[in-house]
């Protein structure tokens, strides 16, 4: 039996365009991937950047590599990759948390000697602080301290005079 094709068939089956060609003496297809959708340039993030200038467009499967500005933490992965016109999830910079002499002076404290020139702290640290002298915790009783940076936030342990 012989059969005429009055126009090519194309099929669209898994991101693959398959061309039937039909031959009197054979049939045989051709394979050709089908064009991968690109990406844009990658988002911004707030208190980061691109470790290389962005292009304008991007095939599927390149990734790129963020940074954070200094003393920010970076939650996620430092890269994400182009899917079929789509970008991964970008990381998030933490800001640090800024010491700030004015509490720690309302609070009666004093910053523990290890971490005496420090001013900045990352996302999770700990920072060490004691009472001035003659001084102890207002909750606690005690004079040593250890408090975790959160996402920018020091609560400052407060100390009180002995005797009031």
Known sequence: MLFQLLQPISLHLHSFIYFLNLNVSQV???IIPA???KCDSPP????GALTFPPL???DSGSSVQYSCSDYHFLQGSERIYCS????TSPPVCIEPCTLSKNEMEKNNVLLHGFY???IYFYHGDYVGFYCKQNHFGAE???TLF???CKRGQLTYPRCVERGK
């Open 84 to 87: 079929e016109g789509q970008w």
């Open 28 to 30: 045989f297809f051709t």
């Open 116 to 118: 005496e020139n420090q």
């Open 35 to 37: 064009p991968a959708e």
């Open 140 to 142: 606690s009783g005690t």
């Open 44 to 47: 911004s993030i707030a208190n």
């Open 56 to 58: 304008t467009q991007y």
């Open 146 to 148: 250890e408090v975790q």
